[in-house]
C-alpha cells in the first residue's frame, strides 16, 4: 500500500472522503413535493384521491432514502386525502357536485 493511499485499518480516514453521504441527493426535495402535496390534497378539488397518495408516495420514497421527515409528509398527505374528501363531500355535494 502506497503512503498517499489511507488505510482503513489504522491511522486517520478522513469520514467525509468515504462512504455515501448521509442524506441522499433528492430526499429533501422528495419532501418537500410531499409537504405542498399533502396541503394540495386538503383542498376540497375532486382531486383529492389522485394528489394525496401521490404525496404519500413521495414522503415514504424519502422515507426509505433516509430522510426522517419523509414519513410524516406520508401521514400528513393521508390526513390531507381525507380532509379533502371529506370537505369535497360536505361543502360541495360529492366528487361530480350534483349532490
Not at 488505510?7 to 453521504?21: A, I, M, N
Not at 390534497?41 to 430522510?67: D, E, N, W, Y
Request: aromatic share 4%; hydrophobic share 45%.
Amino acid at each position: 500500500m502506497s503512503d498517499t493511499t489511507p488505510s482503513r485499518h489504522g491511522g486517520h480516514v478522513d469520514p467525509l472522503d468515504e462512504g455515501p453521504q448521509a442524506t441522499p441527493t433528492g430526499s429533501l426535495a422528495l419532501t418537500v413535493a410531499a409537504w405542498v402535496l399533502a396541503v394540495a390534497a386538503a383542498v376540497p378539488t375532486g382531486a383529492s384521491f389522485v394528489i394525496g397518495p401521490i404525496g404519500m408516495a413521495c414522503g415514504l420514497l424519502a422515507h426509505t432514502k433516509g430522510r426522517r421527515a419523509g414519513f410524516t409528509a406520508a401521514v400528513a398527505a393521508g390526513i390531507g386525502t381525507a380532509v379533502g374528501l371529506s370537505l369535497q363531500f360536505l361543502l360541495l355535494g360529492g366528487i361530480s357536485g350534483n349532490g
